[in-house]
Nanobody, 114 residues
Framework: QVQLVESGGGLVQAGGSLRLSCAAS????????MAWYRQAPGKQRELVAS???????NYADSVKGRFAISRDNVKTTVYLQMNSLKPEDTAVYYC????????WGQGTQVTVSS
């Protein structure tokens, strides 16, 4: 069982920055493929960024050049640095871990005002 706890969400003006953190339980964190998803009201959950156990990253086209995903295997934490935020980035952001099964955090709200 993997437990994920997100933090770092909040309210920010357009053009601002936030950094989300996701602390994961488990002694084999380095083997997890990690990702951030988001879900806006009335929309489906979508992949924002992912980072494999080997450090390969992938981004949704809508966030390329603005967001950066990283991981710290010692702290068993994955981060999402979000810059140049736009109102359309407003959503609940969820941390995801894949290791034999799929695990989700509880989500953290990000609101970007115009």
């Amino acid at each position: 069982q993997v437990q994920l706890v997100e933090s770092g969400g909040g309210l920010v003006q357009a053009g601002g920055s936030l950094r989300l953190s996701c602390a994961a339980s488990g002694r084999v964190f380095s083997l997890y493929d990690m990702a951030w998803y988001r879900q806006a009201p009335g929309k489906q959950r979508e992949l924002v960024a992912s980072i494999s156990s080997g450090g390969i990253t992938n981004y949704a086209d809508s966030v390329k050049g603005r967001f950066a995903i990283s991981r710290d295997n010692v702290k068993t934490t994955v981060y999402l640095q979000m810059n140049s935020l736009k109102p359309e980035d407003t959503a609940v952001y969820y941390c995801n871990a894949r290791y034999s099964s799929n695990y989700w955090g509880q989500g953290t709200q990000v609101t970007v005002s115009s």
